[in-house]
């Protein structure tokens, strides 16, 4: 979800205790997933609640804030929140572990954008558990119920396809949430298939997501010392641990747009991610580069796929002096960047 999404999220979530006048929990005993750094998450929220973000970059804004922010939360609480995402599997996991996680008669409140899946979501929920109400706000829907004595199996299934599995047909690891992570994606193969023959030394695969394009690298690049694979994502870098199991690999669990790339490297490989929420967002992608240009040796080289219609050639002239495609589909180009600027 986007940034504006998930602070239109958590304050319309957060509001709806006072707007149903359900309790608010104690310090410490409420548990927020896919929680975000927000106006809305005052100082008593923030000591009542122990947080969830697996993003980097959001992970640390809740940290400003000193709330107590985990890339997984486990205990027993008296309430739990959960931030929807587009995914519905991914969803569905959040509010089945949420569930597991509050105590019986417990409150569970969610809450998502309307165009990105909630109501589906809630569907799916209040067919298994019975809601004690919903709301609309800020294009937003919220829905809450009480966690009942016996939780029903299928909230057991719904964790099990939202965790890391093997997927078929070959058998890479990956969770619903994570870049095509059902799949090898078509532009990640063609970048794949068209790696400059020069390509060695230290390396780093930029939003590397469950590890495809960094394996392929390693694969076939003998020359390469080292390679990082960086990607904001936890989960995407749980993934990739497993799908990577080369010695020249490092895992960075690093936000490229507000951190940079650790850098300096030889070579920097990306398929650099454009979505957040629903619609597009070029600017994620334009960061990466940026980032890429500035974590590079000199005389070093960028190598990037994109969707034809993203429109990263001005990002890259301002930074590179020389740029060239290395292929071309009627979907993807994968584009070569030198001579940093």
Not at 67 to 93: I, N, P
Not at 260 to 289: K, M, Q, S
């Amino acid at each position: 979800m986007s940034d504006a999404e998930a602070a239109a999220g958590t304050r319309v979530l957060l509001e709806t205790f006072a707007a149903a006048g359900l309790p608010r929990p104690g310090p410490g005993r409420g548990v927020f997933l896919n929680a975000v750094a927000s106006p809305a998450l005052d100082a008593e929220w923030r000591r009542a609640l122990v947080c969830e973000q697996t993003h980097k970059g959001r992970h640390d804004a809740l940290a400003r804030l000193s709330c107590d922010v985990r890339v997984q939360a486990g205990g027993a609480f008296d309430a739990g929140l959960v931030l929807l995402t587009k995914h519905k599997a991914a969803a569905l996991a959040a509010v089945a572990r949420a569930a597991a996680m509050v105590a019986p008669g417990g409150v569970l409140a969610c809450a998502g954008a309307r165009d990105a899946g909630a109501l589906s979501v809630q569907k799916r929920v209040g067919a298994t558990i019975a809601l004690e109400g919903q709301r609309f706000a800020a294009h937003q829907r919220a829905f809450w119920l009480r966690r009942p004595e016996a939780l029903p199996p299928v909230l057991a299934d719904w964790q099990a396809e939202g965790a890391l599995r093997r997927v078929a047909p070959d058998g890479h690891v990956a969770a619903p949430g994570v870049f095509a992570w059902d799949r090898v994606d078509e532009g990640s193969q063609l970048l794949a298939d068209h790696l400059p023959d020069e390509l060695a030394g230290r390396v780093a695969d930029f939003g590397c997501g469950w590890g495809y394009l960094a394996a392929e690298v390693l694969r076939r690049r003998h020359a390469v010392a080292s390679l990082d694979l960086i990607d904001a994502e936890w989960s995407a870098l749980e993934a990739a641990k497993a799908n990577v199991a080369d010695p020249r690999a490092r895992f960075l669990w690093r936000d490229l747009a507000t951190e940079g790339g650790a850098g300096p490297y030889d070579w920097i490989v990306t398929n650099p991610p454009f979505h957040a929420g629903v619609g597009a967002e070029p600017d994620l992608g334009r960061a990466v580069l940026v980032a890429a240009a500035r974590a590079l040796k000199p005389g070093g080289g960028l190598v990037l796929v994109a969707n034809r219609q993203m429109a990263y050639e001005r990002t890259l002239d301002a930074h590179f002096a020389a740029r060239q495609v290395l292929a071309e589909t009627p979907r993807y180009k994968v584009l070569l960047a030198t001579e940093v600027r």
